[in-house]
């Protein structure tokens, strides 16, 4: 109704008003008075051109299509609903692998203390380790079934690979002190049940295998099965996730009692500020006697471009499933080549 109003204005000036000079160009005031001060008769006035020319430009603006604008949902989306818009994106095509869990590339790891004592008997026993080694992750998914519950229940697989390697250690030929293998498979559920104004984004319920890859005495592996609830509140994140170990035989156990050390499941919570986005995990086997645990923390933050820097500071059992049973003290410094929000 606005344009037809501004329209059928302009027609009744035109019609009213002496034919004494039309402006082709109205996209401006600047243009419009320009021309018709070339075009117009003696006889009008400059405030008659200028009123000319507003309706000149006034009609012309309203012909043009509104720019584009990003919907306020979007200015309010939480970074876990940024995150999975994007993967829904890219879970279309067939050329592209969705980021699982965070990725990233730390060229200089420290290690206060490495666990030398792991490789006794082996033939590595006389090795001495680096305490400067590079660490990194390669975490990718990909959605084999969709909406299997009323549009709601995605089938997942992931695969994480998380490597350290004794690349300056040219003494013992650089080799990877240790590579973890993780193939998981779960269900997700986004849901948006709301408790005191914390939403809870997303359920997963899966099954997770981690291994080394190695055999004995080096070879390290189990089984566990896991349910996640991810809650989000404006740029804040947590993700709680409880296991329970599929029982191995004695004989077949090549880590026992591992949950002693890495406890029955971890704590995730994360916080993007800006381009910034600061991260904890914490882990804990929740005894008073012979309390294990583990902690890391991270920082990503804005290079150049897409690229982004990382540090990270771990403290406890478990960064490796080698060394699962001994304490590790690292701080590392990189990039972080996909974020987790």
């Not at 959605?143 to 697989?157: C, T």
């Amino acid at each position: 109704m606005k344009k037809k109003r501004i329209w059928f204005t302009l027609v009744v000036v035109l019609t009213l008003l002496p034919h004494v000079g039309i402006a082709e160009d109205c996209s401006t005031m600047t243009a419009c008075m320009a021309e018709m001060l070339e075009t117009a008769s003696d006889s009008m006035t400059v405030g008659e051109i200028k009123q000319r020319c507003r309706d000149c430009v006034t009609a012309y603006q309203a012909k043009q299509p509104l720019p584009e604008r990003e919907p306020e949902t979007l200015k309010t989306m939480s970074p876990i609903d940024t995150r999975l818009q994007e993967e829904k994106k890219t879970g279309q095509d067939w050329f592209v692998l969705t980021p699982h869990r965070a990725n990233y590339l730390l060229p200089m790891a420290y290690n206060s203390s490495p666990n030398e004592g792991v490789y006794e008997g082996t033939s590595l026993e006389d090795a001495e380790l680096d305490n400067i080694e590079i660490k990194f992750q390669l975490s990718i998914k990909y959605q084999l079934l969709e909406d299997l519950f009323k549009n709601n229940g995605d089938l997942y697989f992931g695969y994480t690979n998380l490597s350290y390697w004794q690349a300056y250690n040219s003494d013992y030929s650089s080799p990877f002190r240790d590579t973890n293998h993780e193939p998981e498979l779960w269900l997700q559920f986004d849901t948006d049940w709301e408790f005191w104004g914390i939403k809870t984004r997303l359920i997963q319920l899966g099954a997770w295998h981690q291994s080394n890859g190695r055999g004995e005495p080096l070879s390290r592996s189990w089984n566990r099965l896991y349910a996640n609830f991810i809650f989000s509140k404006g740029n804040f994140a947590l993700s709680l996730k409880p296991w329970w170990r599929i029982p191995e035989d004695d004989e077949d156990d090549d880590n026992p009692h591992i949950e002693r050390y890495l406890g029955y499941g971890e704590l995730r919570a994360a916080y993007a500020w800006r381009h910034h986005t600061f991260s904890l995990m914490f882990r804990n086997n929740l005894k008073s006697s012979g309390n294990k645990g583990a902690v890391e923390l991270g920082w990503s933050f804005p290079l150049y471009k897409k690229l982004k820097g990382y540090v990270q500071y771990f403290n406890g059992y478990g960064q490796s499933i080698l060394d699962y049973d001994d304490a590790a003290n690292t701080i590392a410094v990189g990039f972080a080549l996909s974020d987790i929000m």
